[in-house]
C-alpha cells in the first residue's frame, strides 16, 4: 500500500520515515519529496508498505501525531492526476 504522509519538518529524512513506520510493519521504500534545484525537502513523503493491515494500522495511529514539532497528516496515496496545462492551447 502506498501512504502519503506530509506536513512534516524540513529536517526529516527518507531513513527517518523509515524509522517512523517501520514498528507497524515492513516498509518497502520511505521517500520524502526534495525540490529538484534546491534539493530541499518539500515536506511531504511517500512510504511503501506490502502488508495492508500493518499501513492501516500505520495510518491510523500516525495521522495527526506530533513529529519534529509538526502534526503529520497520514492518508492512502492517491494516483497523479494527469496536468492540466496549456501545451495544446496554441
Not at 9 to 28: I, K, M, Q, R
Not at 29 to 36: L, Q, S, W
Request: aromatic share 10%.
Amino acid at each position: 500500500m502506498n501512504i502519503y504522509v506530509s506536513n512534516l519538518a524540513f529536517t526529516v529524512s527518507n531513513e527517518d520515515l523509515n524509522e517512523l513506520f517501520a514498528t507497524y510493519g515492513t516498509v518497502d521504500t520511505a521517500r520524502i519529496v526534495t525540490d529538484k534545484f534546491t534539493k530541499q525537502s518539500r515536506g511531504f513523503g511517500f512510504v511503501e508498505m506490502p502488508d495492508e493491515d500493518s499501513a492501516l494500522k500505520a495510518m491510523k495511529e500516525l495521522d495527526g501525531t506530533m513529529q519534529g514539532g509538526r502534526s503529520i497528516k497520514v492518508t492512502e496515496a492517491r494516483p497523479r492526476a494527469e496536468k492540466q496545462g496549456y501545451s495544446n492551447r496554441w
